[in-house]
């Protein structure tokens, strides 16, 4: 089995490439989509989020996090061993696969690049990837900015991934390239 790691800085099109893979016929495991899963559904977490942060509520809780390095890295210590026990468990349960993906927006920053074959980083303009943000999520510019560079440098990413995918044009664009990249990667197997 090939397991290969999506990542790329917030609002790059992780989502879209990892929606064209799953349309493909891909297993894809969204590690944001399993941090908002232990969030709504694990009491250990919960009780641990009430003691540190007094809210259960995310987006107080991210508020916090964002400005406040201490209390991120506190958080991140205390979440990534349940984000890997999910992640191990994909993996288990999907281990007559090929190919499995998963997506992790921090994926060379907290380490998990280790457990991937290959890693795939999805590339967008700071300028686009600002104004994705501001609409997405309904953000002041000064708010998205914060958010954006609470994350690694992309530069850096570049020089540890794999594959490099850009993402400052159409979606259409994007999902040629996921389609590419497809094939380049039945050449490893």
């Given at each position: 089995?090939?397991?290969?790691?999506?990542?790329g800085n917030i609002a790059s099109g992780k989502s879209l490439f990892e929606?064209?893979?799953?349309?493909?016929?891909?297993?894809v495991l969204c590690l944001d989509e399993v941090t908002h899963f232990l969030y709504e559904n694990?009491?250990?977490l919960k009780e641990f989020l009430l003691k540190?942060?007094?809210?259960?509520e995310r987006k107080k809780v991210a508020a916090i996090v964002f400005n406040d390095g201490v209390r991120?890295?506190?958080l991140e210590d205390f979440i990534y061993p349940l984000i890997l026990d999910?992640?191990?468990r994909f993996f288990a349960e999907n281990e007559g696969e090929k190919i499995l993906f998963v997506s992790a927006a921090l994926l060379f920053e907290t380490g998990l690049d280790k457990y991937f074959d290959k890693t795939v980083l999805i590339t967008?303009?700071?300028k686009i990837r600002l104004e994705r943000l501001m609409k997405r999520n309904s953000l002041t510019e000064k708010e998205a900015l914060v958010r954006i560079k609470s994350q690694g440098n992309e530069d850096t990413k570049i020089q540890q991934a794999d594959y490099v995918i850009e993402n400052s044009l159409d979606?259409?664009?994007?999902?040629s390239k996921a389609e590419e990249f497809i094939t380049s990667l039945n050449t490893l197997l």
């Open positions: 089995m090939l397991k290969i790691a999506i990542t929606k064209r893979l799953k349309t493909l016929g891909y297993k694990s009491s250990v540190n942060f007094n809210t259960l991120k890295k506190k999910e992640m191990n967008t303009d700071e979606v259409l664009t994007l999902e």
